[in-house]
T-cell receptor, first 115, second 111 residues
Framework: GAGVSQSPSNKVTEKGKDVELRCDPI?????LYWYRQSLGQGLEFLIY????????KSGLPSDRFSAERTGGSVSTLTIQRTQQEDSAVYLC?????????????FGPGTRLTVL | DQQVKQNSPSLSVQEGRISILNCDYT??????FLWYKKYPAEGPTFLIS?????DKNEDGRFTVFLNKSAKHLSLHIVPSQPGDSAVYFC??????????FGKGTRLSVIA
């Protein structure tokens, strides 16, 4: 079956603009995660969704960041009033269930560049 | 405060030799550890994992060792192959908490 897909693959925007990043998880996976990787850094957890439960937003760096997951499937990460420090690769992952031991499958990422 | 540390940003190994990638952690509550491999322009892919109740897990050419007292784990690849050249991330979780990743080690296997 298809893996996790993300769009766009690259996004260049001007400082102050809003951007939306999309993630299509693997069909049937109930857990969905967003991470970002800044230059020279590891993967930084942002937010995760598990089924119908309230998302864990503990990793979101500021209130400019938000995410939603519609119908338990597709997710959109929105960054408002982008700043240059938001430039990074944003990665989405999904897993069958939410458990620390459940394998997460990653998409190819969206490279965001804020000028 | 980095809870998962990969202190070597890069490593070069000759084809056929052993590659050893190291990872240290500070949170004693971590009970599950994973290694992910990442090629350029692709997302990370799961490689191998180990539970804190074990000290070794082997899968083909890949073996992960866990030393809980030292809060240290390592990934051994033997024999190393050019296709193993990638960035390797160590990750850890405590129960059902989100994964915490290290910064990665770039492995180059030289033919």
């Amino acid at each position: 079956g298809a893996g996790v897909s993300q769009s766009p693959s690259n996004k260049v925007t001007e400082k102050g603009k809003d951007v939306e990043l999309r993630c299509d998880p693997i069909s049937g996976h109930t857990a969905l995660y967003w991470y970002r990787q800044s230059l020279g850094q590891g993967l930084e957890f942002l937010i995760y969704f598990q089924g119908n439960s309230a998302p864990d937003k503990s990793g979101l760096p500021s209130d400019r960041f938000s995410a939603e997951r519609t119908g338990g499937s597709v997710s959109t990460l929105t960054i408002q009033r982008t700043q240059q420090e938001d430039s990074a690769v944003y990665l989405c992952a999904s897993s069958l269930m939410w458990a620390g031991t459940d394998t997460q499958y990653f998409g190819p990422g969206t490279r965001l560049t804020v000028l | 405060d980095q809870q998962v540390k990969q202190n070597s940003p890069s490593l070069s190994v000759q084809e056929g030799r052993i590659s050893i990638l190291n990872c240290d952690y500070t949170n004693s509550m971590f009970d599950y550890f994973l290694w992910y491999k990442k090629y350029p322009a692709e997302g990370p892919t799961f490689l191998i994992s180990i539970s804190s109740i074990k000290d070794k897990n082997e899968d083909g050419r890949f073996t992960v060792f866990l030393n809980k007292s030292a809060k240290h784990l390592s990934l051994h690849i033997v024999p190393s192959q050019p296709g193993d050249s990638a960035v390797y991330f160590c990750a850890a979780s405590a129960g059902n908490t989100p994964l915490v990743f290290g910064k990665g080690t770039r492995l180059s296997v030289i033919a």
